[in-house]
């Protein structure tokens, strides 16, 4: 057999075993039936509690029976697997100390009549009075970030309040806009590298998003260093936050992410957000829904595959079978 013969054998060898693989791989994800694997998480930020009948556009001191609202909900009508508290739990701007704590206790002793279990980001407006450890310390919790495996998913919060100076804690400061340190980028990291399916948690969102003037503003000082790892990790399946007074959705380089409005902002009085995940685990497929109420009815899906589709593998696989460097 000449040399141009055995190249062009293995050439058309090569497109059949590609071929092949890609049939095979339709098939199979054709043939599979199996039941998704479902989580239920509910979703309730800034709820912004205040002595004020109205402060700007949020309706400060109806918080306590709005949120007396959404746990009856969760608990009698969505019953969720997990709950994530958003951040913003009290307005706190110009309060003294020690009425932002008896604000912060009352509003949680409502949110802990939830029957699921409970996570919690944290808020700019939570440090406008208080220190970080006196937030977690009313909150019942150890940590500002957290990771929670249920179901097959995995879960995870993160903190986006930090000063950029020297990336230390905020405390006690007025400001608006987040700051995630190298630190907390390197937890974070940490937290999604898993094959599980993986929703985030945080309180500002990682993209530019529209305020409650319709003006687009960034949320988090270093977005682009948060997406970034994001990015790199497939099984990151939605990123959901809060801070902007409207629901919204966007998709920056294959991610979805999601913000829930304010509890008690006039123009969406009431807000908080199910979210629906399933996951097939033979076709790496997880697909979420979040629905979104209050006086602005929003629904936003949301689906990723943990693992490359059909013509991607073919694709490499041809590239292996030719020598190509990926």
């Not at 985030?200 to 997406?227: C, K, M, Q």
């Not at 991610?255 to 009431?270: K, R, S």
Request: glycine share 6%.
């Amino acid at each position: 057999m000449t040399r141009r013969a055995i190249l062009i054998a293995v050439v058309v060898l090569s497109v059949a075993l590609a071929a092949a693989a890609f049939v095979l791989c339709r098939s199979q994800s054709a043939r599979y039936h199996e039941e998704p694997v479902r989580l239920k998480i509910g979703f309730s930020p800034d709820w912004e509690y205040g002595s004020r009948k109205r402060l700007a556009h949020k309706l400060t001191n109806q918080a306590p029976v709005e949120l007396e609202k959404v746990v009856r909900y969760f608990n009698e009508e969505f019953r969720p697997d997990l709950v994530v508290g958003g951040g913003d739990y009290v307005e706190s701007s110009g309060v003294k100390p020690e009425t932002a704590k008896r604000q912060l206790r009352e509003v949680n002793d409502i949110f802990k009549r939830l029957e699921a279990p409970r996570v919690y980001a944290l808020g700019n407006h939570d440090m406008r009075s208080l220190s970080k450890e006196e937030v977690m310390e009313i909150l019942e919790i150890n940590s500002p970030h957290s990771v929670t495996d249920l179901g097959g998913f995995r879960v995870v919060v993160f903190d986006t309040n930090f000063n950029k100076a020297d990336d230390s804690p905020r405390s006690r400061q007025q400001y608006a806009e987040g700051y995630v340190s190298a630190r907390e980028l390197r937890w974070l990291e940490a937290a999604i590298t898993t094959d599980q399916p993986t929703l985030v948690f945080s309180h500002h969102s990682p993209i530019t998003a529209y305020n409650v003037d319709g003006v687009l503003v960034r949320n988090i000082t270093n977005e682009e260093a948060v997406r970034a790892v994001f990015e790199r990790h497939r099984n990151v399946v939605a990123v959901i936050s809060g801070h902007t007074p409207r629901p919204q959705h966007a998709v920056v380089n294959g991610v979805h992410y999601l913000i829930g409005d304010t509890l008690v902002n006039e123009m969406g009085f009431g807000a908080f957000a199910t979210i629906q995940a399933e996951w097939y685990p033979s076709r790496a497929k997880v697909g979420i829904v979040f629905e979104h109420y209050g006086l602005r009815r929003e629904t936003y899906a949301a689906e990723r595959y943990l693992e490359k589709g059909c013509w991607q593998q073919t694709l490499a696989t041809a590239r292996r079978l030719f020598g190509v460097a990926q």
